[in-house]
């Protein structure tokens, strides 16, 4: 595994896992802003999570087109919802980050009906998702939540909720 160049260190990690069971991946760990100001843009309207997600976007077609043949997983702290019900963040950002993910060719796994958190626990949905290139060739099996409890261990531990998804190679 080797560890990649990023335009965001302090938000964003990447690697590149030349041999795994599923093949060649490049993995892209996140933090996308929230309402809050990020490199002196104001998180009002969006706009820092909007410039954050652009820096990212050009991330992820920098890494694609240094390793072509790489499935790219890009995944954690979105803030915001892809929930069939509107759960948090705001339909601008969820605009903006649906059309991210459609021109960079990824694919929510954990969104809409796969959201294994709105599935399960509602009021709440995902706010870290899981996306793929929509290039891979594998099925997605399921997603969990942890703890697989009605809500996250906000008081000891996190007030998200950990998400996973199970695939299967074609």
Same mark, same amino acid.
């Given at each position: 595994m080797?560890?990649?160049?990023?335009s965001?260190?302090?938000?964003?990690?990447?690697?590149?896992?030349?041999?795994s069971p599923l093949g060649?991946?490049?993995?892209?760990?996140?933090v996308l802003?929230?309402?809050t100001?990020?490199?002196g843009?104001?998180g009002?309207?969006?706009?820092?999570?909007?410039?954050?997600?652009?820096?990212q976007h050009?991330d992820?077609?920098?890494l694609e087109?240094?390793?072509?043949k790489?499935?790219?997983i890009?995944?954690?702290?979105f803030?915001?919802?892809?929930?069939v019900?509107h759960?948090y963040?705001?339909?601008r950002?969820?605009?903006?980050l649906e059309?991210a993910?459609r021109d960079?060719?990824l694919v929510? !796994?954990?969104?809409?009906?796969?959201d &294994?958190? $709105?599935r399960?626990?509602?009021?709440?949905?995902?706010?870290d /998702?899981i996306? +793929?290139?929509e290039?891979a060739?594998w099925? !997605?099996e399921?997603?969990?939540?942890w &703890?697989? $409890?009605?809500?996250?261990?906000?008081?000891s531990?996190s007030? /998200?909720f950990? +998400?996973?998804?199970?695939v299967s190679s074609?």
């Amino acid at each position: 595994m080797e560890a990649l160049p990023v335009s965001d260190p302090a938000r964003c990690a990447a690697a590149h896992v030349p041999n795994s069971p599923l093949g060649e991946l490049l993995l892209y760990g996140c933090v996308l802003p929230w309402s809050t100001e990020w490199r002196g843009i104001p998180g009002a309207g969006g706009q820092a999570f909007e410039a954050a997600l652009a820096l990212q976007h050009a991330d992820w077609d920098r890494l694609e087109t240094r390793f072509p043949k790489a499935t790219l997983i890009v995944a954690g702290d979105f803030n915001q919802d892809l929930a069939v019900k509107h759960y948090y963040g705001s339909k601008r950002k969820r605009t903006l980050l649906e059309d991210a993910l459609r021109d960079a060719k990824l694919v929510p !796994l954990t969104a809409g009906p796969n959201d &294994p958190i $709105a599935r399960d626990s509602a009021p709440y949905a995902c706010i870290d /998702h899981i996306c +793929v290139s929509e290039s891979a060739a594998w099925t !997605l099996e399921s997603t969990a939540r942890w &703890p697989d $409890a009605p809500a996250p261990m906000r008081r000891s531990l996190s007030d /998200h909720f950990g +998400v996973s998804v199970e695939v299967s190679s074609l």
